[in-house]
């Protein structure tokens, strides 16, 4: 009589794969640690001006609403496209059927909007035609100017592409 015992292919099987979670789970727990040196901060100087940067909050864009009344020197249709200044440095609206979001870059008086991201609804041809223009005429804007309730978006040739209304 044969004194090994046989192992079954799938008790080895088995085996070699909760090894395997062994030593996967290993590797994410010890990279989760970390042996960087912290350095504290250095003590403030305080005979030195505080300086603070102007935070978002500060931003005059901030927290506004604004109704297109004008888009590339053309009145606004019909369909009302509009522009809301976040906080954060975001933007959305709508551009006269479909809403929108996005980023805007404001530094003093210069503006850049990033990807615009919009629903996809069907709008009637004029509507659409209108938003089209509208979302272009923002993606011109290089800087920006207000004058109390009247907001202008400004391109490179300092032509005003799109003139709003606060809301």
């Known amino acids: 009589m044969n004194s090994r015992i046989a192992t079954a292919p799938h008790t080895r099987t088995s085996w070699t794969n909760f090894s395997f979670c062994l030593l996967v789970l290993a590797l994410v727990i010890s ?65 006269g059927c479909n809403a929108y979001q996005g980023d805007v870059t404001l530094e003093g008086n210069a503006i850049e909007f990033g990807m615009l991201a919009t629903t996809r609804m069907m709008c009637p041809p004029p509507i659409n035609g209108q938003e089209t223009v509208f979302l272009e005429a923002l993606g011109l804007a290089r800087s920006w100017e207000q004058a109390g309730d009247i907001l202008e978006l400004i391109d490179e040739t300092h032509a005003v592409v799109v003139r709003l209304t606060r809301q």
């Open 31 to 95: 990279g989760c640690t970390s042996t960087q040196n912290v350095q504290e901060p250095e003590a403030a100087d305080e005979t030195a001006p505080v300086q603070s940067e102007p935070t978002q909050r500060e931003a005059p864009l901030a927290n506004t609403d604004w109704k297109a009344m004008s888009i590339l020197g053309k009145p606004a249709g019909s369909a009302v496209s509009t522009l809301g200044f976040d906080a954060e440095g975001r933007v959305a609206g709508n551009g």
